[in-house]
């Protein structure tokens, strides 16, 4: 064969074979060439289904799902880079409504499903069970009904099943008990029932569990003590009864213990804060739990949030709270606390280094004797004080007035007495404030006009005398001022009347007030109740009463008025 032939011959085959090689590339890269054949069609047409289900979609998250793209690239589609089959939907808060296709258990790659904040309803289909691969299944916030699919079992890899905030009933299935990989079991706020099945010990990797706002009863099973990874416990809001099963206290990693809102009796265990060291969050109030609260949550030093309220503990309230710096909430309100002690208030001495604590709630228990000065060295960021309806006497403390941010204080119904410090009128972020139903006497400061974002200040039923404050003029975002059945006497000031903003009550009745009803009452065009009765006011009822249109409770008896 001639050279020149040859060389022809190898060139056209060269030129044949980039040909070949070019028009490869071309097809590779045209849309859904391989989502069209093989496998991948499945995935492909799986997802067409998902799409079929979605009946409304305000994002237009849908419109990316169409021919013109692989669906690789489809809005909240990842596909893994080997295979190229669909490995996770992220779909979350999209604000899609519809139902699930049950086509989705075709997604054979599919290891995360995340659909979360949406309005999807229907039941959960059974062919997510087809998932092997699935680690994550995030359907919470959605409007699922029926029951749990028994065969989310054959998903022996699943690590987060997280089907909370949605409308599921029956059981927790038996089957679940074989998902040896799971971490995170959380089905709160559902309408799930029966009792904790024993299972749960079988889920030894756990490491949270919440299960709150169900509809679960019986008692804490003592399986849940071979969960050694458990880090967070939820059972709250159910209707559990019972007492703590002792195993409980052997989870020594576990940082969240809610328990709250059930009917759970018995004490808790002394070593409580020895047995459980990294609590951060113990949450029982509105059990039945008696005896006393255990002196070892000192030992608890990561401890966050403190809400024991609502039971009945009772005893001396004798807590050490100077190792718990990160402490921000401590509410053993509604209780039976108390020693009868003349100093048992002293335990606030040690709550000084609490530097991060915002709320204290100490409410409705039997709390008696002093309030100690050290009520002044509590964090700055206190924003919530509570004392209400214990037996706390003496004197308030000048102090008080250190707390710069409070927002809320109550210390009504206990036994103050002496007169209230000037220094409440440093407490300009004041908002509520009740102190009735004590023996304060003296004079009303005129300081109280310095807390200019008052909402509510409650000074009835004490021993106050002398002229009520004008300065509380100054107040004018007032909608509640109750100053009833104390010694006051004078006028009432006109500056009381020009605070617009009154809306829900202005009781200054069973004092001594006299002189007239200023006819500046007519600006109340907001108040709904007015009180005046049993004073000695005098003088013509003013005809602006007739403007204050949203009132609804008017009491003038008593008084001399024409």
Known sequence: MPLQYSFRIQTQSLVFITLVLHMIIIISTLPNATARTGKNETDHLALLAFKSKIIHDPQGVMSSWNRSLLFCDWEGVACGSRHRRVISIHLRSRGLVGSLSPYIGNLSFLRVLELFNNTLQGEIPPQVGHLFRLQTLHLTRNNFGGEIPANLSHCSNLVHLVVSYNHLVGNLPKELGSLSKLKRLIIQRNHLSGGIPQFIGRLTSIEIVSTAQNLFTGSLPNALGQLKNLKGLGFGGNQLSGTIHPSIYNLSFLANLSLAGNQLTGTLSPSLGLMLPNLQLLQLWGNKFTGPIPLSISNCTALVSLDIGSNNFSGKLGINFGGLQNIREIYPSENNLGSGEPYEMNFIDSMANCSNLGTLDLAVNQFRGLLPNSMGNLSNRLFYLTLHQNFINGKLPSAIGNLVNLNYLSLSTNRFKGTIPSTIG??????????????????????????????????????????????????????????????LNGTIPKQLFRISAFSISLDVSRNGLSGSLPAEVGNLKNLMELDISENELSGEIPTSLESCISLENLYMEGNSLN
């Open 426 to 487: 440093n407490l300009q972020k004041l908002q509520r404030a009740y102190l009735h139903g004590n023996t304060f006497y003296g004079e009303i400061p005129d300081s109280v006009g310095n807390l200019s974002l008052l909402n509510e200040l409650s000074l009835g039923d004490n021993r106050l005398v002398g002229n009520i404050p004008s300065s509380l003029g100054n107040c004018k975002t007032l909608l509640l001022l109750d100053l009833s059945q104390n010694n």
